[in-house]
């Protein structure tokens, strides 16, 4: 039987770089997260992002019936980890991004890994410069939730144009318990004005953001059903095998199964309560559409109508 070649990606001038960046956050739980994540898709620490990158490239290949290389936009790359994994795998990907400081990091990995800068290209928040039909695969990972509700339906066409096949997309839920963004409880269950003015109290800035505001605007599956809906799209899932992260990690606990953490029984009630509101109020929500981590595959649909989830 043979192995799995382990891949790390090159990382000589753009991890010294990328840490410089983030050193006014440092101390935070922001640095510590994101830190940790780099070096996961780096394939320093571990093969998790390496893996399910393999994995899911592979399902949407097979999905689009491609005997040749997967054309992939990674929209929102940020700095471009995954999208340099995506070419080591051997998809034809590209990143673009609005922020300039990020591309400039992502550029120095290509750089690193003999890959060419112009695989890296700045994009506006809503349109894209790509001609139509271009690529098999819009990937947008944990950006959706970083775009207001106007950015997101004016930005949806754009996706639609570039893309020939199919849009992938992983994006926080907004039914979790904790922030990823900031390590706060609660903030993801709370209405944004009410979680922005706590944050405002507690002077909590966020480094990832333009200008430390905290940019992030969770949705639930049914809201996000229906913007994708309006923007031309079907909504179906992603296979379990193909999921990030993993069904079975602790991050994937839905809250209507917090009982089984519940260290009291008065916790384990307030678990229950929690979860049968949850419930209630998610009436025609499959369950994996209460996952803290939505996988989603978004088909362009022909003509206008429902969404779909299969």
Not at 71 to 87: A, H, K, N, P
Not at 208 to 215: I, N, Q, R, V, Y
Not at 247 to 252: G, L, M, R
Request: include cysteine; aromatic fraction near 8%.
């Amino acid at each position: 039987m043979c192995s799995v070649a382990r891949i790390v990606l090159a990382h000589e001038t753009f991890l010294p770089a990328a840490d410089a960046a983030l050193q006014a956050a440092k101390g935070t739980w922001v640095y510590e997260a994101a830190r940790a994540g780099r070096l996961s898709k780096l394939g320093v620490t571990d093969q998790d992002y390496v893996e399910w990158m393999r994995g899911l490239l592979s399902y949407l290949k097979s999905r689009l019936g491609l005997s040749r290389p997967l054309r992939v936009l990674d929209l929102g790359c940020g700095t471009g980890e995954l999208t340099v994994l995506m070419r080591r795998l051997g998809a034809d990907a590209m990143g673009a991004d609005v922020h300039d400081e990020h591309l400039e990091l992502a550029r120095m990995l290509a750089r690193d890994n003999g890959l060419p800068e112009g695989m890296f290209v700045r994009s506006s928040p809503r349109t894209l410069p790509f001609p139509d039909a271009h690529f098999d695969v819009v990937h947008l990972h944990v950006v959706v939730e970083h775009l207001s509700d106007s950015v997101l339906r004016s930005l949806l066409p754009e996706i639609r144009r570039v893309c020939a096949g199919l849009v992938h997309v992983v994006v926080p839920n907004r039914l979790q318990w904790t922030d990823d963004h900031t390590g706060l409880p609660l903030l993801p269950l709370l209405p944004r004005r009410v979680a922005t003015w706590w944050l405002d109290r507690k002077g909590v800035r966020y480094p990832l953001s333009a200008d430390g505001t905290w940019d992030v605007y969770y949705r639930s599956f049914r809201t996000l059903r229906k913007i994708f809906d309006t923007g031309g799209f079907l909504t179906e899932r992603v296979p379990d095998a193909y999921v990030f992260p993993n069904p079975s990690d602790p991050a994937q606990l839905p809250l209507h199964r917090y009982t089984e953490i519940g260290t009291t029984p008065l916790k384990r009630i307030g678990w229950a309560v929690l979860g049968w509101s949850i419930r209630l109020l998610s009436v025609g929500t499959p369950d994996w559409g209460l996952l803290p981590y939505l996988n989603l595959v978004l088909v362009p649909a022909e003509g206008s109508g429902p969404s779909r989830t299969t």
